[in-house]
Nanobody, 115 residues
Framework: QVQLVESGGGLVHPGGSLRLSCAASASIVTFYIMAWYRQAPGKQRELVATITSGDSTNYAASVKGRFTISRDNAKNTVSLQMNSLKPEDTAVYYC?????????WGQGTQVTVSS
């Protein structure tokens, strides 16, 4: 069973930055796509960003130009650099990984943007 462990969440002021990391217990080259999702209180979980095994990326319109997803196959990690954070970015952020047959989720890390 593959485990995904997120880290890097916390409290930040509006306009600030955070970098989230997701460490996998297995080689991430087996995942054809990895992603970050988020879920704000009272809202559905939403897709934030994706990165394929070929390093193609895609972003939600709400974070495009502010967030950057990347992966490091040598370290088995995927990261999310978040800049120019807004209060509406406040949510629990989840790491997600897909193989052809399975889907894995991390436990989530809280990001709070507040003055």
């Amino acid at each position: 069973q593959v485990q995904l462990v997120e880290s890097g969440g916390g409290l930040v002021h509006p306009g600030g930055s955070l970098r989230l990391s997701c460490a996998a217990s297995a080689s991430i080259v087996t995942f054809y796509i990895m992603a970050w999702y988020r879920q704000a209180p009272g809202k559905q979980r939403e897709l934030v960003a994706t990165i394929t095994s070929g390093d193609s990326t895609n972003y939600a319109a709400s974070v495009k130009g502010r967030f950057t997803i990347s992966r490091d196959n040598a370290k088995n990690t995927v990261s999310l650099q978040m800049n120019s954070l807004k209060p509406e970015d406040t949510a629990v952020y989840y790491c997600n990984a897909l193989t052809i047959t399975k889907e894995y989720w991390g436990q989530g890390t809280q990001v709070t943007v507040s003055s």
